[in-house]
T-cell receptor, first 117, second 116 residues
Framework: GAVVSQHPSRVICKSGTSVKIECRSL??????MFWYRQFPKKSLMLMAT?????????EQGVEKDKFLINHASLTLSTLTVTSAHPEDSSFYIC?????????????FGPGTRLTVL | AQKITQTQPGMFVQEKEAVTLDCTYD???????LFWYKQPSSGEMIFLIY??????QNATEGRYSLNFQKARKSANLVISASQLGDSAMYFC?????????????FGQGTTLQVKP
């Protein structure tokens, strides 16, 4: 199956700093990428949908100025948590699909665990 | 609005036994897809099985089968011959065809523990 990587896998930062998380599709071109947030033992909550070359579509209640998403190429999307605070600590997961396969399957990255002190 | 419901927060099963994880959904769309994912403690989401709304036969993938009852809007996952490695959190998810973004809606998840 297709491979999606995320970097870093784990990050600890101080309150007030910004953190960038990268999501890459390694062996296919992803026209659409999705960013999810997950709290311990809870479900995945979709934060935003990003399409290559256009602005991301954010879900209701997600602050677009807080969570900046860039999808500059068909293999890379980034999520930047700006001025992070302890309540932003969470597990962030990206997934990627292609125009021909997105209907049938999304490919998930391994996730990034963010801890804000 | 579409919705996915998993009513079992936690389940136990004896090794080598079969277990059914429940999932019900609600959608007004006629064309949709249903998915099951496994999430072990490492956090990665592992795709298990897919069922399309127009598929006449229940999907099967190795030890996984999906009991699709369209009229009841249920898509239960059956794991046969449980193994210790099956211990994980399991998520049911749905994608509506009408959603051009292709986004998935997830259920609350069920934590499965396999006892030796």
């Amino acid at each position: 199956g297709a491979v999606v990587s995320q970097h870093p896998s784990r990050v600890i930062c101080k309150s007030g700093t910004s953190v960038k998380i990268e999501c890459r599709s390694l062996d296919f071109q992803a026209t659409t990428m999705f960013w999810y947030r997950q709290f311990p033992k809870k479900s995945l909550m979709l934060m935003a949908t990003s399409n290559e070359g256009s602005k991301a579509t954010y879900e209701q209640g997600v602050e677009k100025d807080k969570f900046l998403i860039n999808h500059a190429s068909l293999t890379l999307s980034t999520l930047t948590v700006t001025s992070a605070h302890p309540e932003d600590s969470s597990f962030y997961i990206c997934s990627a699909g292609t125009s021909g396969r997105a209907w049938n399957e999304q490919f998930f990255g391994p996730g990034t665990r963010l801890t804000v002190l | 609005a579409q919705k996915i419901t998993q009513t079992q927060p936690g389940m136990f099963v004896q090794e080598k036994e079969a277990v059914t994880l429940d999932c019900t959904y609600d959608t007004s769309d006629q064309s949709y897809g249903l998915f099951w994912y496994k999430q072990p403690s490492s956090g990665e989401m592992i795709f298990l099985i897919y069922q399309g709304s127009y598929d006449e036969q229940n999907a099967t993938e190795g030890r996984y089968s999906l009991n699709f009852q369209k009229a009841r809007k249920s898509a239960n996952l059956v794991i046969s011959a449980s193994q210790l490695g099956d211990s994980a959190m399991y998520f049911c998810a749905m994608r509506e065809r009408a959603s051009n973004t292709g986004k998935l809606i997830f259920g609350q998840g069920t934590t499965l523990q396999v006892k030796p």
